[in-house]
């Protein structure tokens, strides 16, 4: 239940690691995942209608995909020079995504 907010914590943390990294990404990720994990967890034990509960967590993961490949995570990422921290950001992209 946890591996999906620390896997996105960790794309703050790797980015922080060599650059300044605004406080708001890293609530950003934290607070889009655990919306999804919320509504998907509401729906498996039938606190709500599964339809509904899907289709909102779905958009929770949208914006989390949205956010970490077009939005201000990506835009983060593509300001810091490192190329360690460049590979590493595309190979989680890719995890989360596949």
């Known amino acids: 239940l946890l591996t ?26 934290l607070v889009g995942t655990t919306v999804m994990l919320i509504f ?7 606190m709500m209608g599964v339809g509904l509960a899907f289709v909102l967590s779905m958009a929770a993961w ?7 490949m077009k939005g201000e995570a ?15 950001y595309k190979t989680m992209t890719f995890l989360v995504t596949v």
């Open 4 to 29: 999906v907010p620390l896997l996105m914590v960790e794309f703050y943390l790797i980015m922080s690691a060599v650059g300044k990294v605004p406080g708001r990404v890293f609530w950003n990720l």
């Open 40 to 46: 998907g967890y509401m729906g498996e034990t039938g």
């Open 62 to 68: 949208f914006y989390v995909i949205w956010y970490i």
């Open 74 to 88: 990506s835009q983060v990422n593509a300001s810091l020079a490192n190329a360690n921290v460049q590979k590493a």
